[in-house]
């Protein structure tokens, strides 16, 4: 249950070798069941690099195969309320707050922005995926007030409830972020939005590896300068924390959401596979900030 960064890098390698990653595909059905085998075969081959590896290696991968899960987080359900969801959502906005979550995240993209190319008719054009309740979006709009940067950011989610939550705020704050109800799996059908820079922040894990493909492979379609994406790494101190925190609020599905959120974070090589599974290139990097995993795509070439 920890990163296993040598075995996974090493697992890569061999599916590279192979021939198998990157993966062919032709359309978005097919790249998602192509990253979704693939992810299980890298798997497979990092168990079998363990056994050659010796007992240490393998206890921690019979750890990590222990721990890990595909169960749905309690707020993907759909039988759940849209009011339940949003109860939920703002537990983990406070969490994020405390925690200054935001505002550090809202400073690396800052940094980002300050690298797209500049665009003297237009400000700088920001779309967050699966914004939940806001607060990067929110923080970002307010950093780059600050610091006299013009952006336009759009923050979108598939929960109705969060977006007009959402722009309830922005209007509150008199910041410049729209709300909007967005599919992330059908970005193809916005095809004459562009944007300089695409974010997904701490949802990855609520996807399986071959959706996520999907979304970055159709985010990079229609960005210019980088996709960025963040989550929690897939830590042992992380695996007993992020419930542990999640249940000081006591609020039993929050804490639920906790628990299951912290077997299924992704760890920094998987994370590649994904990635280079959607562009077909080794165009990305992958840094840390505690408690981050940091996944940065580059757009152009």
Known sequence: MIQCLENGTLALEHLRQSGELPPTWQSMAELEAQVNQLHIRFLEERWRIAEKRGWGDLAIELLDRAWRTNDREYMDEEHVSEAEKVT????????????????????????????????????????????????????????????????????????????????????????????????????????????????????????????????????????????????????????????????LQAIPAFALDGFISARKFYSEPELALIAESATRRCNYTISRDWPLSVLTVRGGE
Do not use: W
Not at 93 to 105: E, K
């Open 88 to 247: 939920v959502m703002q537990a983990l906005d406070r969490q994020n707050r405390l925690m200054d979550i935001y505002n550090r995240s809202a400073n690396m993209l800052l940094a980002l922005c300050r690298e797209v190319p500049n665009q003297p008719q237009r400000p700088i054009r920001v779309l967050e995926l699966a914004c939940g309740s806001g607060g990067l979006a929110l923080a970002l709009a307010e950093m780059a007030q600050r610091h006299h940067l013009s952006l336009e950011i759009t923050a979108s989610d598939a929960v109705l409830a969060y977006c007009e939550e959402g722009n309830a705020q922005a209007k509150a704050q008199q910041l410049p972020v729209t709300f909007r109800q967005l599919d992330a799996f059908h970005l193809t059908d916005y095809a004459n939005e562009q944007y300089d820079i695409t974010v997904m922040s701490q949802s990855l894990h609520h996807f399986t590896a071959g959706q996520l493909a999907v979304i970055i492979a159709q985010a990079m379609s229609q960005t210019t300068t980088a996709f960025v994406g963040t989550d929690a790494q897939r830590s042992v101190l992380l695996a007993g924390g992020v419930p542990l925190v999640a249940s």
